[in-house]
């Protein structure tokens, strides 16, 4: 588990100088009328985040628990994927953007890698979902997802607000 929580945690830090860097100061897409789509699609997969690192931090999640915690990242995987189609439709990424995007993907697949067999062996186990705490990694990861859910407020927000004012608009 240290390795995956070692992972996650780089991941969470990177993805939000992503966030911070370059969706909010250098393209201040919150208030940009074409990314409600990729503000929805950023709020969805920080939603999904959050609910990871939780259940990580607090839980083991056995029998068909366990495929509940695929099927977040598979869901986040799907999310990413839709992202990019849609920020290279709507908007030319800077280098420092797409370096960082191919970390984090890069990141996403050692997430990948190291999650499954934990789901394969939690799957085998009779269906619970059992208390499990991982020292420091469970307040870490609990202020990664409260975190992470305070930034899917706001970019939810962002989504509907930007639908609301610009209808119709799709750059």
């Given at each position: 588990m240290t390795a995956l929580f070692a992972i996650l945690t780089f991941q969470a830090i990177l993805g939000a100088l992503d966030m911070?860097?370059?969706?909010?100061?250098?393209?201040?897409?919150?208030?940009?009328?074409?990314?409600?789509?990729?503000?929805?699609l950023h709020a969805a997969r920080e939603w999904l985040y959050g609910m990871l690192f939780l259940a990580l931090a607090w839980a083991q999640w056995q029998g068909s628990w366990a495929w509940l915690l695929a099927a977040v990242l598979l869901g986040e995987i799907l999310l990413t994927a839709w992202d990019f189609v849609e920020e290279d439709r709507t908007r030319v990424l800077s280098p420092n953007e797409r370096v960082m995007h191919l970390v984090l993907s890069m990141g996403a697949g050692a997430v990948?890698?190291?999650?499954?067999?934990?789901?394969?062996?939690?799957?085998?186990l009779?269906?619970?979902?059992?208390?499990?705490?991982?020292?420091?990694?469970?307040?870490?990861?609990?202020?990664?997802?409260?975190?992470?859910?305070v930034w899917a407020v706001?970019?939810?927000?962002?989504?509907?607000?930007?639908?609301?004012?610009h209808k119709g608009v799709q750059t």
């Open positions: 911070l860097l370059n969706h909010e100061w250098r393209e201040h897409l919150p208030s940009r009328p074409g990314a409600r789509l990729e503000q929805a990948c890698t190291l999650m499954l067999p934990m789901v394969l062996q939690w799957s085998r009779p269906d619970a979902v059992v208390l499990s705490r991982h020292g420091y990694w469970t307040g870490l990861f609990t202020l990664f997802a409260i975190g992470v859910w706001r970019d939810t927000w962002a989504a509907i607000t930007l639908y609301r004012l």
